[in-house]
């Protein structure tokens, strides 16, 4: 058998550094979103608004959902132990679909509610409610621009789903603060109280909306499934045709955290020749790098049956 190892390169120390400059970014995107917590739980009470409350609420996640995103950040920094060899990488993963699943329950909590305010309309003070989600707004777009350039993809198809995630509370947040905004608008000069419970569902749906698509993605990558924009298949063509290398089996790709993908594979080759099997092996760690930017290989290379039926591993002492 024969194992790539890959040591630090210098895009990873780049990464590393940018991750404890994130770190300090979420410290200070945590510390902002906790006034607007306790600004909207008060004026949300005051004003008898559910909009304001049902972004209060989102607004108490935000801060969860930040504050988990920080102890996944730190963990995923720690070096593999004994007991962890690929690290705590996926403690972000985790990170995201605890999240989502916060999402989840927050928009059902808010669709119940808005029901019974549509059957039960209550009187809402529309100006105060309005300065106060005006205030909002203007913090959630500070903590937008603090987190602003991590929101980025890492490898085919994916994003770190613990920044994304965290990311996606603090959107869901803002378009939340401007849907209030406008109702608060609206009935200050209307009176027209029945938008309140109205944008709390629009509120809830756009939640609903952001917490499946953060599940999905999360559980995918707990689950071990293939990553996004990568097909089995795909890959075993381009190692099959490779020159040398006669087929392809046990093929096996996941991703061990956003942006960071593994392999395992069996691969027959011509012979049992050290000189040319370590030239296959070097072409075939070129091809997953370059074309689909996996780096953690572990290919077993196999000779092709010998006269006596006896399939040789390739290796140092290779033989029939």
């Known amino acids: 058998m024969a194992t790539d190892t890959v040591s630090a390169t210098p895009r990873q120390l780049v990464l590393n550094h940018e991750d404890r400059s994130l770190e300090g970014r979420f410290l200070w995107a945590v510390s ?17 608004s559910l909009a304001l409350l049902s972004d209060a609420a989102h607004v108490l996640m935000d801060v969860v959902a930040l504050g988990l995103s920080y102890v996944a950040l730190r963990l995923a920094a720690r070096d593999p132990s004994d007991r962890h060899s690929y690290g705590l990488h996926r403690a972000e993963v985790l990170a995201a679909v605890i999240n989502g699943g916060t999402l989840l329950v927050i928009a059902a909590g808010i669709f119940v509610e808005a029901a019974r305010r549509l059957q ?46 965290a990311w996606l509370h603090v959107l869901g947040d803002t378009l939340s603060s401007i849907g209030v905004i406008a ?33 999905k993605s ?77 780096e953690h290989t572990t290919v077993q290379l196999e000779g092709t049956p010998c006269s006596q039926g006896v399939v040789a591993c390739v290796g140092e002492e290779s033989h029939c």
Not at 153 to 162: K, M, S, V
Not at 218 to 241: C, D, K, N, S
Not at 245 to 259: A, E, I, K, R
């Open 120 to 165: 039960e309309p209550e009187p809402v003070k529309s100006l105060e409610m309005l300065l106060i989600a005006t205030a909002g707004l203007v913090v959630n777009l500070v903590v937008m621009l603090v987190l602003r350039g991590h929101n980025h993809a890492h490898g085919p198809g994916e994003a770190d789903l613990n920044v994304r995630s």
């Open 183 to 215: 109702a608060g608008l609206i009935m200050w000069r209307t009176g027209w109280t029945l938008l309140d419970p109205l944008m709390s569902i629009a509120i809830g749906a756009v939640l609903l909306l952001g917490s499946g698509r953060l599940l």
């Open 32 to 48: 902002l979103t906790a006034l607007v917590l306790v600004a909207e739980v008060v004026g949300g009470l005051w004003t008898h």
């Open 218 to 294: 999360g559980v995918h990558i707990l689950m071990e499934g293939v990553p996004e924009g990568l097909t089995l298949a795909e890959v075993g063509r381009a190692m099959a045709a490779v020159p040398g290398v006669q087929d392809v089996h046990d093929l096996h790709v996941w991703s061990l955290c956003p942006g960071s993908i593994a392999l395992s594979a069996h691969v027959t080759v011509e012979g049992a020749d050290w000189e040319q099997t370590t030239e296959v092996q070097a072409r075939l760690k070129v091809i997953l790098r370059d074309r689909f930017h996996i």
